[in-house]
């Protein structure tokens, strides 16, 4: 390494911020604790509290602060990397733009909402000769990774089937699937690209094969008007029925206080007070029944892989855990995941190993896999090593998820 390479790399890396919400500040806690690695210089957020928060944190002048990330790049203020956490139809166009200025990418999912985009975005960034790193964490969660640590042991012979199970919750889905800013594939996109690009990911690593015909089956079968109990009300504030709806908003926001985390109090205001507007006029306080979501309530996408495993994903919205739960069939033995414990059971010797994975829950940032994913951006920026989560992996899922709408809009099966 030559004297300015090595000077360099005894800087922190200067990034910049683009989206300032809940995803952004995850990833912050990692710049915040590494000032010796990296440095927050700019940010770019349409929202003035968040932008203005996030500022302060950080000690920021008020020039290096920007509404949209137009006039952060415009600005010519120096950075490195950036960091993109805006929603999932505003990733394409800042991500190119940052590659086109020479800056390396941590790119939340999913990387574009086609797979053109997609494409594109990974060939500017191996024409440019950056990192582009797709915030995949499944792969630095140290559950999955013993999933993956134990097929690779080679101990349980070679895969046959997997069965993945999403299990989103039916919460999650209320707040964000049917009310929320998710419910629509024109705003937003496709329920499978925005909820399970992580899951179709991880069963390409674990597994290691290509899929080679795919077909999915899905729709909106319950969230929608015909559905609606006779006597039902627009908004659960005034519903009749509310006391015993499971979806009722009131029990969610006001009784159990879950699911407001993104409910931003402004000056003089308490996160009650937004429960309470929500109640009365917002998305959140909408009858299910009567939102305007279009996207699915179930989905299901099975895979035939290039060496013949059958791989199948599920994703269940009426769930009450928000987790995932697998089965993996191999020649000799059978590894399986509950959410929280993973059990490898050998058909030979018939032991099973068990590894509990419970107290990871109270760790928080998805087990540390969040910080983890940062830190090996950070790492490879600064040092040019290839991170697990690079965007040449994450191509083939997003490509799967493409197809897999394909199919449930056509009814038929793709081959790749
Ligand atoms: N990797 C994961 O595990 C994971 C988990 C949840 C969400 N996500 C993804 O992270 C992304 C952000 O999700 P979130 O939960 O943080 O949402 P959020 O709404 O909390 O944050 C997004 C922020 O981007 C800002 N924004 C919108 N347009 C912008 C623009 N043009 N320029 C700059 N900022 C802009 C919004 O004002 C908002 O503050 C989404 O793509 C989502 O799919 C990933």
């Not at 899929?211 to 659960?236: H, K, Q, V, Y």
């Not at 007070?273 to 996207?295: A, H, K, P, S």
């Given at each position: 390494?030559?004297?300015?390479a090595?000077?360099?790399?005894?800087e922190?890396?200067p990034v910049?911020?683009?989206?300032?919400?809940?995803r952004?500040?995850?990833y912050?806690?990692y710049?915040?604790?590494?000032?010796?690695?990296?440095?927050?210089?700019a940010?770019?957020?349409?929202?003035?509290?968040?932008?203005?928060a996030?500022?302060?944190?950080?000690?920021?002048?008020?020039?290096a602060?920007?509404e949209?990330?137009?006039?952060?790049?415009a600005?010519?203020?120096?950075?490195d990397?950036v960091?993109?956490?805006t929603?999932?139809?505003e990733?394409?166009r800042?991500?190119m733009m940052?590659?086109?200025r020479?800056?390396h990418?941590?790119?939340e999912?999913?990387i574009?909402?086609n797979?053109?985009?997609?494409?594109?975005?990974?060939?500017?960034?191996k024409?440019?000769g950056?990192t582009?790193?797709?915030?995949?964490v499944?792969?630095?969660h140290?559950?999955f990774l013993?999933?993956?640590?134990?097929?690779d042991s080679?101990?349980?012979?070679r895969?046959?089937t997997v069965?993945?199970t999403?299990?989103?919750?039916?919460d999650?889905?209320?707040?964000s699937?049917?009310?929320?800013?998710?419910?629509?594939?024109?705003?937003?996109?496709p329920?499978?690209?925005d909820k399970?690009?992580h899951?179709?990911?991880?069963?390409?690593?674990?597994?290691?094969a290509?899929?080679?015909?795919?077909s999915?089956f899905?729709s909106?079968?319950?969230f929608?008007?015909?559905?609606?109990?006779a006597?039902?009300?627009?908004?659960?504030?005034v519903?009749p029925?509310?006391?015993?709806?499971?979806?009722s908003?009131?029990?969610?926001?006001?009784?159990?206080?879950?699911?407001?985390?993104?409910f931003?109090?402004?000056?003089?205001?308490?996160?009650?007070?937004?429960?309470?507007?929500?109640?009365?006029e917002?998305?959140f306080?909408r009858c299910?029944?009567?939102c305007?979501?279009?996207?699915v309530?179930?989905?299901?996408?099975?895979?035939?892989?290039t060496?013949?495993?059958?791989?199948t994903?599920?994703?269940n919205?009426?769930?009450?855990?928000?987790?995932?739960?697998?089965e993996?069939?191999m020649?000799?033995g059978?590894?399986?995941c509950?959410?929280?414990t993973?059990?490898?059971?050998?058909?030979?010797?018939?032991?099973?190993?068990?590894?509990?994975f419970?107290?990871?829950?109270?760790v928080?940032f998805?087990?540390g896999a969040?910080?983890?994913?940062?830190?090996?951006?950070?790492?490879?920026?600064?040092t040019?090593?290839k991170?697990?989560?690079?965007?040449?992996?994450a191509?083939e899922?997003h490509?799967?998820i493409?197809?897999?709408?394909?199919?449930?809009h056509?009814?038929?099966?793709?081959?790749?």
């Amino acid at each position: 390494m030559n004297s300015i390479a090595s000077e360099r790399i005894q800087e922190p890396t200067p990034v910049a911020a683009i989206g300032a919400g809940n995803r952004m500040r995850t990833y912050m806690h990692y710049v915040a604790q590494n000032p010796d690695k990296v440095r927050l210089v700019a940010i770019a957020e349409p929202d003035a509290a968040r932008r203005e928060a996030m500022r302060r944190d950080f000690g920021l002048d008020g020039d290096a602060v920007f509404e949209g990330y137009d006039s952060l790049f415009a600005s010519g203020i120096r950075f490195d990397a950036v960091f993109i956490a805006t929603p999932g139809n505003e990733h394409y166009r800042p991500a190119m733009m940052a590659l086109e200025r020479g800056c390396h990418v941590l790119l939340e999912k999913p990387i574009a909402q086609n797979y053109d985009e997609c494409l594109a975005v990974a060939e500017l960034a191996k024409k440019n000769g950056l990192t582009v790193s797709v915030c995949h964490v499944m792969r630095h969660h140290p559950m999955f990774l013993k999933i993956k640590e134990l097929i690779d042991s080679g101990n349980y012979g070679r895969i046959i089937t997997v069965s993945h199970t999403e299990e989103v919750g039916i919460d999650r889905a209320t707040h964000s699937y049917v009310r929320g800013t998710l419910n629509n594939e024109r705003t937003s996109n496709p329920m499978l690209l925005d909820k399970s690009c992580h899951d179709v990911d991880f069963l390409l690593w674990i597994t290691g094969a290509h899929c080679r015909r795919i077909s999915s089956f899905g729709s909106r079968l319950w969230f929608r008007g015909e559905n609606a109990p006779a006597g039902s009300a627009d908004r659960c504030i005034v519903c009749p029925l509310e006391e015993r709806c499971p979806y009722s908003a009131v029990d969610l926001y006001r009784r159990r206080k879950e699911w407001t985390r993104n409910f931003i109090p402004g000056p003089g205001q308490t996160v009650d007070d937004i429960v309470e507007l929500q109640l009365r006029e917002g998305r959140f306080g909408r009858c299910v029944y009567r939102c305007d979501n279009d996207v699915v309530d179930n989905q299901v996408v099975t895979m035939q892989m290039t060496d013949g495993m059958i791989v199948t994903l599920t994703m269940n919205v009426f769930t009450q855990r928000d987790c995932r739960t697998i089965e993996i069939g191999m020649t000799e033995g059978q590894i399986t995941c509950n959410g929280m414990t993973v059990n490898a059971r050998n058909f030979r010797t018939r032991r099973t190993e068990t590894y509990d994975f419970s107290p990871l829950a109270r760790v928080g940032f998805h087990g540390g896999a969040d910080l983890a994913l940062v830190e090996e951006f950070i790492d490879a920026v600064r040092t040019g090593s290839k991170p697990v989560t690079s965007i040449e992996g994450a191509l083939e899922a997003h490509r799967i998820i493409f197809e897999a709408e394909r199919s449930r809009h056509t009814g038929e099966t793709v081959s790749l």
